[in-house]
T-cell receptor, first 114, second 110 residues
């Protein structure tokens, strides 16, 4: 079946612009996670949804970062007033209790802030 | 202090050899342990999961877990050049966020 999809795959933003990154999880997966991966490092947790409820947003680096999943499927990560330090790959993953909570990642969105 | 530690490498092994990748973690409440493979410019791909002490084998891959020592390892038998990638160790409480190590870069020389 279809895996996790993300769009756009690449995004270049000028400093100060707002961006919105989309994630479409595997069908039927109730849990959705956002991670940020800087070059040469492992992914770092940002936030987590179970269905439409945002259960953990402890990893969001500032109040410029906001995520939503209003209908419990597609999720959007929004970054307001982008800064150069926001440049990274943003990864989305989904999981399900029926698959032992194994998380499957989408291709990621590479954000470059100039 | 990083909660999941891996040697960054690179770990270089000849084709056909066994590659041994190691990971330690600090949270004794961790219940689920995963190995992901990440090729350059690609996203992490799940290759192994392990939940209880001991060994778990899947093809050329064997994951080993020792909760008392807070240690997870991945063995790759008959290493191939196509195995050259960064291997990420990740741990979690069941159903929760993953905490990743920094990854070990593996290079398999023909």
């Amino acid at each position: 079946g279809a895996g996790v999809s993300q769009s756009p795959r690449y995004k270049v933003a000028k400093r100060g612009q707002d961006v919105a990154l989309r994630c479409d999880p595997i069908s039927g997966h109730v849990s959705l996670f956002w991670y940020q991966q800087a070059l040469g490092q492992g992914p770092e947790f940002l936030t987590y949804f179970q269905n439409e409820a945002q259960l953990d947003k402890s990893g969001l680096p500032s109040d410029r970062f906001f995520a939503e999943r209003p209908e419990g499927s597609v999720s959007t990560l929004k970054i307001q007033r982008t800064q150069q330090e926001d440049s990274a790959v943003y990864l989305c993953a989904s999981s399900s209790p029926s698959s032992s909570y194994e998380q499957y990642f989408g291709p990621g969105t590479r954000l470059t802030v100039t | 202090q990083k909660e999941v530690e891996q040697n960054s490498g690179p770990l270089s092994v000849p084709e056909g050899a066994i590659a041994s990748l190691n990971c330690t973690y600090s949270d004794r409440g961790s219940q689920s342990f995963f190995w992901y493979r990440q090729y350059s410019g690609k996203s992490p791909e799940l290759i192994m999961s392990i939940y209880s002490n001991g060994d778990k084998e899947d093809g050329r891959f064997t994951a080993q877990l020792n909760k008392a020592s807070q240690y997870v390892s991945l063995l790759i038998r008959d290493s191939q050049p196509s195995d050259s990638a960064t291997y990420l160790c990740a741990v979690s409480a069941a159903g929760n966020m993953l905490t990743f190590g920094g990854g070990t870069r593996l290079m398999v020389k023909p």
